[in-house]
């Protein structure tokens, strides 16, 4: 684009040269001059001064017509080949720019090209993940539960060994505070009866001592 607008204001700037050029080249008929002489000034022949300017008669020439010299002046010829060597320099400037453009431009396109088909390769491979995925997270989310169940569980199961737990060790009490209770009870009728035995033996030996 911008290759394109330097060319343009090239263009209009030639246009403008050479607009400039042929108001010089135009020459208006003073007192005095001849047809040979007009010649002999602007071209190398009258002939061709003739159908430069068609509409002037060169064989009666009028004070105050214009003239129009069919040849530029040797310093504005050059000015012009350059200045058209220049235009030719630039658009071939900008004819590499925009076959380059052309290029990339075709070489993005396959890249997309290759990028759709990749795509379209890869696509049913996504939709076999997203399956997997979707099979993967109802999995975890039955696992998660399965888990937090089992841990209800144990904790339901611990609560109640707990409770059984407290239940035995009640038990070993009273069982053990029984059997103490049982003990003295035996006993305690032994150790009467062997005092009264004692008792009665020492009666005797007082007895016998008499």
């Known amino acids: 684009m911008r290759g394109c607008k330097t060319v343009l204001f090239m263009l209009?700037?030639?246009?403008?040269?050479?607009?400039?050029?042929?108001?010089k080249r135009v020459y208006v008929i003073q007192p005095g001059d001849t047809p040979s002489e007009l010649s002999a000034k602007f071209?190398?022949?009258l002939e061709e001064l003739r159908e430069a300017n068609p509409g002037v008669d060169l064989g009666m020439l009028t004070v105050g017509k214009q003239v129009r010299n069919?040849?530029?002046e040797p310093?504005?010829?050059?000015?012009l080949e350059s200045e058209v060597a220049g235009l030719k320099d630039?658009?071939?400037?900008?004819?590499g720019e925009r076959d380059a453009a052309k290029r990339e431009q075709a070489a993005t396109e396959g890249l997309n090209a290759g990028l759709n088909l990749r795509v379209a390769e890869l696509e049913p491979l996504a939709n076999q993940a997203e399956v997997y995925r979707d099979r993967?997270?109802?999995?975890v989310s039955g696992l998660a539960i399965a888990f937090v169940l089992a841990l209800i569980d144990i904790g339901w199961q611990m609560?109640?060994?707990?409770?059984?737990?407290?239940?035995?060790i009640s038990l070993q009490k009273d069982v053990a505070r029984a059997r103490?209770?049982?003990v003295m009870e035996v006993a305690a009728p032994r150790s009467q009866s062997a005092s009264a035995l004692r008792r009665a033996n020492g009666a005797d030996t007082t007895a016998h001592a008499h």
Do not use: N
């Open 136 to 139: 993967f997270w109802s999995w």
């Open 12 to 23: 209009i700037a030639t246009l403008a040269i050479a607009t400039a050029a042929e108001a």
């Open 43 to 45: 071209a190398p022949s």
């Open 90 to 95: 630039q658009l071939a400037r900008v004819t």
């Open 180 to 182: 103490i209770d049982g």
């Open 70 to 72: 069919p040849y530029p």
């Open 75 to 79: 310093a504005e010829l050059k000015r």
């Open 159 to 168: 609560r109640v060994r707990r409770r059984l737990d407290r239940k035995i």
